[in-house]
Nanobody
């Protein structure tokens, strides 16, 4: 099982940008899917973006399409989430997640599909 470490959160004004990073520090080659989730206070954790590590196919929640981009640097065992045009409703704790084995693209934004989670990094967007 891998271990995930997120970084890059912070506070930004609406319209600004942030880039989150997630390093897979253990057994990176066994992870087939990586994803970013977020959870606002009192809300359920929701999938934001996912990436299939082999091939690089990406999937996004409708709420972030066109604004967020998930990418990876295989050599660094790192996955990124570039967040542009941030809105106050993007405020949440953001979590990196990974899994081994296959999953359908439709399930790649379902938190139940993931077995490994990072500790989270806070993103706050002010109006």
């Amino acid at each position: 099982q891998g271990q995930l470490v997120e970084s890059g959160g912070g506070s930004v004004q609406a319209g600004g940008s942030l880039k989150l990073s997630c390093i897979i520090s253990r057994y990176p080659f066994s992870m087939t899917w990586m994803a970013w989730f977020r959870q606002a206070p009192g809300e359920e954790r929701e999938g934001v973006a996912s990436i299939q590590r082999k091939g690089g196919s990406t999937y996004y929640a409708d709420s972030v399409k066109g604004r967020f981009t998930i990418s990876q640097d295989a050599a660094k065992n790192t996955v990124y989430l570039q967040m542009n045009s941030l809105k106050p409703e993007d405020t949440a704790m953001y979590y990196c997640a990974s899994r081994a084995g296959a999953v359908s693209s439709g399930e790649s934004l379902n938190m139940m599909s993931y077995s490994e989670w990072g500790q989270g990094t806070q993103v706050t967007v002010s109006s």
